[in-house]
């Protein structure tokens, strides 16, 4: 499986100083490629910027296309577009970390860098917490309207003294 995700290195090593751009189709078989189950199938195109400098290189990531997204009300799949646009520093450093979701450190050795996991991690941060059938997100739906379905004010708050349990009342009794 580890030749799978070869085609999505890049040779940083042997790059001038200059602007490069690399485009990659992401169907079902990449997100095959993943163990998570957050998506399993899609049709996207990415573009990947690298503007690769003597100290860093700044890659743009642009992420365009649908995915089969499953209804969490009806459980039907339905596509679901998406339009995603990130960038990412790689800074030259002593040691290979991660200094903030942005900002990579890599060493001056570094041969290539696969972008798979990043395309992946982008994908699924752009998916909406809430996913509904875009048939049903077109209904009427009361949190959106502001309609109360519970409320826990009472309109008699005397009548609800004198039918209070008696060991509820000792209980009251003892706070005071």
């Known amino acids: 499986m580890m030749e799978d995700f070869t085609r999505f290195d890049i040779d940083i090593y042997s790059l001038s100083d200059k602007v490069y751009t690399y485009e ?20 996207l195109q990415a573009e990947v910027t690298l503007d690769k400098q003597s100290t860093l290189i700044a890659a743009s990531f642009r992420i365009e296309g649908t995915v089969q997204l499953e ?21 030259y450093g002593a040691e290979e970390e991660e200094v903030s979701e942005d900002i990579y450190t890599i060493t001056t050795g570094t041969q290539k860098i696969n972008v798979a996991h990043l395309l992946y ?3 699924g941060l752009a998916l909406p917490m809430k996913r509904l ?19 826990s004010a009472s309109d008699k708050s ?19």
């Open 24 to 43: 990659y189709h992401l169907e079902d078989s990449f997100f095959q490629l993943f163990d998570s189950n957050l998506l399993e199938k899609g049709n």
């Open 71 to 91: 209804c969490d009300r009806s459980l039907e799949h339905f596509d679901h577009s998406l339009e995603v646009d990130r960038r990412i520093i790689y800074q």
């Open 158 to 176: 005397g009548a609800e003294d004198e039918a209070v349990d008696p060991r509820w009342q000792k209980l009251r009794n003892l706070k005071n």
């Open 121 to 123: 991690e982008f994908i």
């Open 133 to 151: 059938h875009p048939s049903l997100a077109e209904k009427e739906d009361p949190w959106v309207e502001g309609e109360i379905i519970f409320s």
